[in-house]
């Protein structure tokens, strides 16, 4: 009787805890306009004496934009390697001076968390068939970012270079694709 009773109460438990994990696969709109936010924030305008030293880094357009449904997975899988691989520019490197360092580190907890609570995203294999070419320019994109940093030394402008190829990654992100055009997150 005592075992059947803890077999049963385990077994509630059991079941407790894989319901109360969250079961939507989605990209949060609120964490990534809130990261932008965060990364907008940490630092001011760009820099005049920067501009002689800002470099053009082609934006990868073609990443996000999705010319139907059919296509939405491609994309979400995108976001969330770019999400990715804004980590880890961010892990390799020393942080900047230059911003507010508990912003800088909001943003990058915020990052990481999205990251964690997306993961699901990689593994829909639904109509995510262009995913490939999508990552191959992403792949190319933060390659240049990460090179203009080492390039640069890790200078003040360097970082501004960077964090404003970042905001307008995720401006982009908010403003331009599919996946939060139909529906508020």
Not at 94 to 104: A, I, R, V
Not at 122 to 128: E, L, P
Request: charged fraction near 25%; aromatic fraction near 12%; charge should be negative.
């Amino acid at each position: 009787m005592e075992l059947l009773r803890v077999t049963l109460l385990c077994t509630f438990f059991c079941f407790a805890q894989v319901w109360s994990f969250p079961t939507n696969c989605v990209l949060s709109k609120g964490l990534i306009k809130g990261s932008y936010t965060l990364l907008e924030t940490a630092g001011g305008l760009f820099p005049m004496q920067c501009l002689e030293e800002k470099v053009a880094i082609p934006f990868p357009q073609n990443a996000f934009k999705s010319e139907n449904k059919d296509q939405v997975a491609g994309v979400e899988k995108a976001v969330y390697q770019t999400l990715y691989n804004i980590n880890a520019l961010f892990e390799n490197s020393s942080d900047p001076d230059q911003l507010d360092e508990e912003k800088w580190n909001d943003f990058r907890g915020l990052v990481h968390r999205q990251i964690e609570e997306s993961k699901c995203i990689m593994s829909k294999s639904d109509a995510a068939q262009d995913f490939p070419s999508r990552e191959a320019s992403l792949k190319v994109y933060f390659e240049t970012i990460a090179s203009t940093l080492k390039e640069k030394d890790f200078s003040y402008c360097a970082w501004d270079i960077v964090r404003n190829e970042i905001l307008r990654t995720l401006k982009f992100i908010l403003d331009d694709t599919m996946l939060f055009k139909s529906k508020e997150f």
